[in-house]
Structure formats: C-alpha cells, structure tokens
C-alpha cells in the first residue's frame, strides 16, 4: 500500500508541475539584450535591457548620475560608443526607410524615435517603455545587425518634430546593443 500512494503523490506533483507551466506566461522567444549605460567619460551609470516582445521591443532603462529633467532618447544606427567626447561613432537614427524624425511629424517617425526619458531631481531613472518600430533580430529595422545599435541619450527634449533630432543636442550617455 505505501507504494501506491507514493505512486498517487508523484502523479499529483507531475500534474501540478504541468499546470504550472501551461499558466506561464508565452514570451515570443525569450530574446533579449543587456548593456551598460555609459557617460561621456566611460563611466557606467546605468543599464539597458531590450527584450523581443510579439510585435517590438520591451525597452527597461535604469540609470543614475543623470541631468534631471526631459532628454531626448534613440535608437542610433551603430553600436559604437568609443567616441565618449560625442559619441558620434554611434552615427545617426535607425531610419531604414528615410523617414523624417518625430512623433509630430505628419511623415513620421522614423524607427530611431523613441519618448523623451524623463529624470528625477536626484538624477535617477528606472523606465520601461516599448517600441513597436524595431526588433531585435528580424526586419528593416532590426537592431542586432552587422554593426549593432546604440542607445543615446541627449543633453534636451526632444520636441519629436524638428530635423533631424527633434531638438534634442548633444549625447550625453550611451549603451551598445551588440552586433550578433
């Protein structure tokens, strides 16, 4: 007898454990990239997490040692950020297709637009946002490419209609998002 009710225990634990992971949430394919957030003088302040969602990205930003208030924030088209005086080497927007810049734009946005990240008086952020122009690994717009993307953020607001950045100056932080 005590076989047969350790047998009836291990059928409830199986049967349980594939409840369990029936109710689990369906991610799309678990894809996802973590960089450092690094300023102007190579110091790391922060992190970035980009997750492949179903249809774009899941962007999770937390930082310190940031300018409070609203700055501009893309998606630049290389995943360099060696120039730390500018780093221009990250180069312009994600705009595989030439689109104008802005999310006011009447013939916008390019897939390089994101919102404006918003930091706290003490020069904190912890944001999660998501982008529905991009992916990881798949499209025109796909950030994991031969040479990788980089996240920027800018010294302003972006104004998400003025050419070619919104308005948005300097760079003042980035992260590179690795090329495969």
């Known amino acids: 007898m005590p076989a047969l009710v350790t ?3 291990l059928f409830c634990m199986a049967s349980l454990a594939s409840l369990a992971l029936m109710s689990a949430p369906a991610y799309a394919d ?3 990239v973590e960089a450092d957030l690094i300023d102007n003088g190579g110091t790391a ?3 970035v997490q980009v997750e492949q969602g179903h249809k774009g990205v899941l962007i999770n930003l937390k930082a310190k040692d940031l300018p409070p208030g609203y700055h501009g924030m893309h998606f630049h088209s290389v995943g360099d950020c060696s120039d730390l005086a500018a780093f221009k080497s990250a180069g312009g ?3 595989p297709f030439d689109q104008p810049h802005g999310f006011r734009n009447p013939n916008g946005p390019h897939e390089g637009n994101l919102p404006n990240l918003v930091v706290a008086a003490d020069g904190t952020v912890d944001v999660e946002l998501y982008s529905d122009m991009v992916a990881l690994d798949s499209g025109a717009a796909k950030l994991l490419d031969a040479d990788g993307t980089a996240l920027i ?3 302003d ?3 998400h209609y003025s050419q070619p950045i919104g308005g948005s100056g300097g760079r003042i932080a980035c992260a590179v998002l ?3």
Do not use: S, W, Y
Request: no cysteine; aromatic share 4%; charged share 20%.
């Open 153 to 155: 953020i800018h010294t």
């Open 178 to 180: 690795p090329a495969p």
């Open 30 to 32: 678990g894809l996802l």
């Open 93 to 95: 927007h994600v705009n």
């Open 45 to 47: 302040i922060g992190t």
């Open 157 to 159: 607001k972006d104004d």
């Open 7 to 9: 047998q009836f225990k």
